[in-house]
């Protein structure tokens, strides 16, 4: 009779332990996944960005072929909503930090 209490000692002490190695793997597949969502989300920043700086090409192209043409209240214009840009951006940034 005490042979078979060891033994459903032992089988317990195993399952226990089966129970924890599945729930640390249950544990790293679930860190993996949100790794794998959070790589979609950095690639779709990305791709943002790249729109962002092939929106910001064309427009310096387009100022520079304003200036070129000679349009200086037009880049007088833009130079100042430019400046009025930073210094609100300035400000902004200055009350929140």
């Not at 129970?19 to 640390?24: D, G, L, P």
């Not at 092939?54 to 909503?81: E, F, Y």
């Not at 430019?82 to 902004?92: E, F, H, P, Q």
Request: glycine share 10%; aromatic share 6%.
């Amino acid at each position: 009779m005490g042979d078979a209490y060891e033994r459903e000692q032992q089988n317990n002490a195993l399952l226990n332990s089966l129970s924890q190695k599945t729930s640390a793997l249950k544990s790293v597949t679930i860190d993996i996944y949100d790794n794998a969502r959070d790589q979609g989300t950095i690639d779709s920043t990305s791709e943002v960005f790249s729109s962002l700086s092939t929106s910001l090409k064309g427009s310096a192209g387009r100022l520079t072929r304003m200036a070129r043409q000679g349009d200086k209240v037009a880049v007088l214009k833009v130079a100042g909503i430019c400046v009025g840009a930073g210094v609100g951006l300035y400000v902004v940034l200055g009350w929140i930090f």
